[in-house]
């Protein structure tokens, strides 16, 4: 059946006999279900308020009327109002008359010489779900006498949870829907559609046929229509206001007064409209989030704008929200038309924060970080190296001041979990000392200091393959002092004596070039050469063991397993604010910190960097774990795994410092592998810090809930690796790093270090 597109009444003056015809012919043709008239009540409510002071009896109301009607018969006076869309026909006072009544309750909030001016404005309005509310609103209130509507949409069943409608509107034009309301409030008010929506080859004359606008509301999801409205409201000079119905933000752009005014406040500047058309509600994220704000935005949006395409199809709007954005921006358009309001901004009214609990009582205790360690100072090293010298003699072998440097530089180029670097070298009487700076490594989420012992094997690695490819031998004795506190490494050298080959002065060089690598590209089968070959230099590091899959269906199991461990992560609140520590989200502030990982060396979308920049708020992100959502976290994860060439996991047999500073080293030597093989490498491993948390450390700190989850996702894991084997020499390995392996492009750029002079210091 088609649907009836019709949505002008047909007034009907039945002393005109041309009107009268019509008026017999709906009649006859059956095509008047249903009369309306309430006329006489009507005039009761004219009279009365022509004698406002006077208390007109019941009774008296007969004689006046009849005076009113001065010879009219009452059926004829005034006018019929022919609905086609609902086949019914109502009888109302005549314009003046009806206007005057329907608007009495106005005054004097408004007066009626404003309401007459108001009579002679033009509001249009682009976008009629939000806007739907804002139109019902003013053509109450009588704040104009034209609307011009544009939207191209029909009304889905989702869209009735803010759009006042009933059922039997479904599939009929949003603009439609919303003259029909208005002309069934007034059908005096003047109500123009466009409902093919506002386009570049209307928009002329949406602004300006039969009289340029007064005031034009924006409310509209199309982003290119959203940037083009408004600089075709400033070429003409027309004030824009728009609501937002999140937490009652209000935006007024004032280009009647201020010409010269950017459009949005500045916000959309090198935004190109016919860029970002038809783009998907997920990538409209980030630009919808420079207009509005990201920092200002509800604590639910933030969190349902992270569900976007993955519960949810698009953000969320609310009856309340709108029904409140009609009333703020009916008000606002009412004083700019009257010349009472002449401002331009971005105005909150957020009923949350004025109507709420004085008292507020927490369900749960909110968790902070609080850094146990200060910052290791010059005499915490020195009082060590003394300690260390007071059972061992300083080693008659020194380096040269440039073998020195070059072995220096190595150790502090090593990659490190967050890029936190957390190391303190110090050279005194030739022996070289590493240190554990625990105030830069200290995390919730490095259990057992893991990260930390692994970067600190990594650097000892850097360090060894330089020395090599100097010619000196380096003898490393780890924990060299009781207690072992923060000394984890005394290093002494000696010339060596075989003569230095050019593959130690090439493996070297490999030192500056190994990095992370996140870029994503189609997968590639390496082989199972190559993991071979990585096996055996693994090995060069005693109880460090490899193991590897490219197996598709492995793949995509582990893809899943290290998603939800990432997850998990970030709906911790300490694993949370954690990871927001360590982004960088640029390079200026990269440059301030020289730590840490700048967003951009990371192959996301932007929509994806603007879900991370909503992401920032615990508040929203906490909102997640309580529905048990999140899934958006996952699909870095997910996407960095599809293009994996295979899953490498370095696992040892007993779970210690002395083993993770181990395995520190096979994964050096490992990435460099890879490295010289051109094969990108991305270390995942918040897997096997989590697995380590459940099983060495008994769950600590973590909720039931997360432990039971995280079991189940190891019963999974070993079902990839088979770690525990009964019949093995040792039956139970730990797994300790996990890397991906693929075939990508270069990464653009590495995380920067910090300078020598802060890690390095000698006597």
């Not at 509107?169 to 409902?195: Q, S, T």
């Not at 060439?645 to 520190?664: D, K, M, Q």
Request: include cysteine.
């Amino acid at each position: 059946m088609e649907i009836n597109q019709n949505y002008t009444p047909i007034l009907l003056r039945i002393t005109n006999p041309v009107d009268k015809e019509t008026f017999d012919a709906l009649i006859d043709d059956k095509k008047v279900m249903f009369f309306h008239d309430e006329i006489y009540g009507q005039l009761q409510e004219l009279i009365k308020s022509e004698h406002p002071s006077t208390k007109i009896k019941k009774e008296d109301y007969p004689a006046l009327i009849d005076q009113h009607l001065a010879g009219i018969a009452i059926d004829e006076y005034g006018v019929w109002v022919y609905y086609p869309w609902s086949l019914r026909m109502v009888h109302l006072l005549d314009e003046a008359e009806f206007v005057e009544v329907r608007t009495n309750r106005n005054r004097y909030k408004i007066t009626r010489e404003e309401q007459n001016a108001l009579r002679e404005k033009k509001i249009g309005i682009v976008g009629l779900s939000v806007g739907q509310s804002i139109a019902l609103t003013l053509a109450m209130e009588r704040t104009c006498g034209e609307l011009r509507l544009a939207d191209f949409d029909t009304a889905e069943l989702s869209n009735l949870n803010r759009i006042r409608t009933g059922v039997q509107n479904l599939g009929v034009n949003k603009a439609i829907i919303a003259a029909r309301e208005i002309l069934e409030i007034d059908p005096f008010i003047k109500v123009r559609l466009y409902m093919d929506g506002l386009q570049e080859d209307n928009m002329d004359h949406f602004f300006t046929a039969n009289g340029k606008l007064d005031l034009f509301i924006e409310v509209c999801d199309g982003l290119d229509i959203k940037i083009e409205s408004r600089y075709k409201a400033k070429e003409f000079g027309i004030p824009v206001v728009m609501d937002t119905n999140d937490r009652g933000m209000l935006d007024v752009e004032r280009f009647d007064l201020e010409p010269d005014r950017p459009v949005l406040h500045g916000l959309t500047e090198g935004l190109d409209p016919k860029s970002i058309r038809g783009l998907s509600n997920e990538d409209k994220v980030p630009y919808i989030l420079r207009m509005i704000g990201a920092d200002t935005i509800s604590t639910r949006m933030k969190a349902s704008m992270l569900e976007v395409e993955q519960s949810i199809n698009t953000w969320p709007q609310l009856a309340s929200s709108v029904t409140l954005g009609g009333a703020l921006t009916t008000d606002v358009c009412r004083r700019i038309l009257l010349d009472q309001y002449h401002e331009s901004g971005r105005y909150y009214i957020d009923l949350e924060d004025l109507v709420k609990d004085e008292k507020v009582v927490h369900a749960e205790k909110e968790v902070k970080e609080v850094n146990p360690y200060l910052p290791i100072e010059r005499s915490d090293i020195k009082a060590q190296v003394d300690q260390y010298f007071q059972n061992k003699e300083e080693s008659a072998f020194g380096v040269t001041e440039d073998q020195l440097n070059r072995l220096i530089d190595a150790a502090l180029i090593a990659p490190s979990a967050g890029n936190n670097q957390p190391w303190k070298w110090f050279y005194s009487h030739n022996v070289l000392f590493l240190f554990h700076d625990k105030f830069q490594s200290w995390s919730w989420g490095d259990y057992y200091e893991m990260g930390s012992h692994l970067s600190l094997g990594g650097a000892l690695e850097n360090v060894h393959i330089q020395a090599q490819a100097l010619g000196l031998n380096d003898a490393v004795e780890l924990f060299p002092v009781k207690d072992r506190q923060m000394l984890i490494a005394a290093i002494r050298f000696s010339a060596s004596t075989e003569v230095v080959t050019a593959d130690a002065v090439e493996l070297a060089k490999y030192i500056y070039i190994r990095n992370t690598n996140r870029k994503l590209a189609e997968r590639k089968v390496l082989g199972d050469d190559f993991y071979h070959r990585m096996e055996d230099v693994v090995h060069q590091i005693d109880h460090v063991n490899l193991h590897y899959t490219e197996d598709e269906l492995a793949l995509a199991e582990l893809a899943d397993i290290i998603a939800e461990c990432d997850k998990v992560r970030l709906l911790n609140q300490m694993g949370h604010e954690e990871f927001f520590h360590e982004i960088r989200w640029n390079k200026e502030e990269a440059g301030k910190t020289k730590n840490g990982v700048e967003i951009d060396a990371v192959d996301i979308t932007p929509s994806e960097k603007a879900g991370f920049r909503v992401a920032q708020d615990w508040n929203a992100v906490k909102l997640l774990a309580q529905w048990d959502k999140g899934n958006a976290f996952k699909k870095m994860s997910l996407d960095g795994i599809k293009c994996a060439s295979g899953i490498v996991v370095l696992s040892v047999p007993e779970f210690t410092h002395e083993a993770l500073i181990e395995a520190g080293r096979a994964a050096q030597k490992a990435w460099i592998f890879a490295c010289q093989q051109h094969v990108a490498v991305h270390p995942m491993l918040s897997t096997a810090f989590f697995f380590n948390r459940l099983m060495h450390g008994k769950g600590k700190e973590l909720p039931a809930h997360v432990a039971d989850k995280l079991s189940l996702l190891r019963q999974r894991f070993l079902k990839v690796f088979a770690l525990e084997d009964v019949n093995a020499a040792n039956p139970v390995q730990k797994e300790v790093f996990l890397m991906k392996v693929s075939i990508a492009p270069d990464a653009e750029s590495t995380s920067l270090r910090k300078d020598k002079k802060e890690l390095f210091d000698r006597e």
